[in-house]
């Protein structure tokens, strides 16, 4: 399913994807197919769905024209020896 899709079908609505399919760009993450796992009326409870989600699945909102997710890059990350 593309966000446009997902936009018409759940309008100014939190939902819960799954990334089906997707490409980085310019430390861009552009999500090119996805699955809706759930949508969310109350912005709390799509708040606590947000911190369980997991590798390829995300919460946000059809308000959003584009979905896009800026990859941050993390320095100095240091692991145990």
Avoid: C, S
């Amino acid at each position: 399913m593309k966000w446009e899709e997902v936009r018409k079908i759940y309008p100014n609505r939190f939902v819960k994807i799954q990334i089906l399919k997707a490409h980085i760009e310019d430390n861009v993450r552009y999500i090119d197919d996805l699955a809706v796992v759930k949508a969310f009326d109350d912005e709390r409870e799509a708040t606590r769905e947000l911190v369980r989600t997991k590798d390829d699945e995300l919460v946000y909102h059809t308000g959003k024209e584009k979905l896009e997710v800026k990859i941050k890059q993390i320095f100095g990350f240091r692991g145990a020896i």
